[in-house]
Nanobody, 124 residues
Framework: QVQLVESGGGLVQPGGSLRLSCVAS????????ITWFRQAPGKEREGVSC????????NYFDSVKGRFTISRDNAANTVYLQMNSLKPEDTAVYYC?????????????????WGQGTQVTVSS
């Protein structure tokens, strides 16, 4: 059974940093892309960043470029999202997801496997 478990969220002041982790079980992450999503209160869920099995990275919107970095450690079956220079508008529940494809799926793709999410709150 495929399971994704996120961790690393919390309360941080504007300008601070967090590193989110997504640990997979029931599948070998060597072969699959993982996407980070987020959902802010009252808003639709949106893709943040994706890393393919070959380490190609897709960032889904400009506001995170230069601030968020996705990476993977296949030996640990884990994908990370390093978030720097956090802003209040980054406040959201962050989820990781996979559809067991090697490349990052297109925007709007329906994913089969999701984690439970981790809350990130950026506030002074």
């Amino acid at each position: 059974q495929v399971q994704l478990v996120e961790s690393g969220g919390g309360l941080v002041q504007p300008g601070g940093s967090l590193r989110l982790s997504c640990v997979a079980s029931g599948l070998n992450l060597d072969y699959y892309a993982i996407t980070w999503f987020r959902q802010a209160p009252g808003k639709e869920r949106e893709g943040v960043s994706c890393i393919s099995s070959s380490y190609h990275i897709t960032n889904y919107f400009d506001s995170v470029k230069g601030r968020f970095t996705i990476s993977r450690d296949n030996a640990a079956n884990t994908v990370y999202l390093q978030m720097n220079s956090l802003k209040p508008e980054d406040t959201a529940v962050y989820y990781c997801a996979t559809d067991r494809t090697d490349n990052c799926p297109p925007v709007g793709h329906e994913y089969d496997y999701w984690g439970q999410g981790t809350q990130v709150t950026v506030s002074s």
